[in-house]
């Protein structure tokens, strides 16, 4: 008798967990066919790059300002969306060189820019600086991939500082 009741509870148990799980998906379906959720894209499985790989011509988009592209670089990739009172903005660049003078240009033009490196990181090779400006904060990784350096600007600006300097110009 006590081992039918035991049975019969982790019976039920497992009935909740696959209606738990089924309610879910369905759930989970209804938001993305109404458009409120985009499904999980799996990120796929990028080769190393390499110089023959390096783009000739810029994607569209825009440098930032204050945070000049490395000389000889292309733009692969420009992003820039709104959130809240901030403006997002993520570009990324590659270039064949060595990751020591990269490093040292960006370096040099934290200082002649008047960015303040809030952090600083050295993980597997890759520098991640965490860099402050006027209200502005931006991540920059530089990271080697192969034969190219891979740099990627991730940067929020506040909309009343973008308005400011629209109205300077």
């Not at 497992?14 to 989970?28: K, N, R, S």
């Not at 000389?71 to 990751?99: C, H, K, M």
Request: hydrophobic fraction near 40%.
């Amino acid at each position: 008798m006590k081992g039918l009741s035991i049975l019969g509870i982790f019976l039920a148990g497992l009935l909740l967990l696959g209606v738990g799980f089924a309610a879910g998906a369905a759930w989970t379906e209804q938001r993305q066919a109404a458009g409120q959720v985009a499904p999980d894209p799996i990120a796929p499985i990028t080769p190393p790059l390499t110089e023959s790989m390096t783009p000739s011509s810029d994607v569209p988009g825009a440098d930032v300002p204050g945070l000049p592209r490395y000389p000889g670089s292309n733009r692969v990739e420009y992003r820039q969306n709104l959130a809240g009172d901030f403006q997002e903005t993520e570009v990324e660049y590659v270039v064949a060189d060595e990751i020591s003078v990269v490093h040292d240009f960006y370096r040099d033009v934290f200082d002649q820019e008047g960015w303040r490196v809030a952090d600083l990181g050295v993980y597997q090779g890759e520098w991640t600086f965490f860099v402050i400006k006027d209200g502005r904060e931006a991540l920059m990784e530089i990271e080697s991939r192969g034969t190219l350096i891979e740099i990627e600007i991730e940067i929020n600006e506040p909309l009343s500082a973008l308005g400011d300097a629209s109205a300077d110009n």
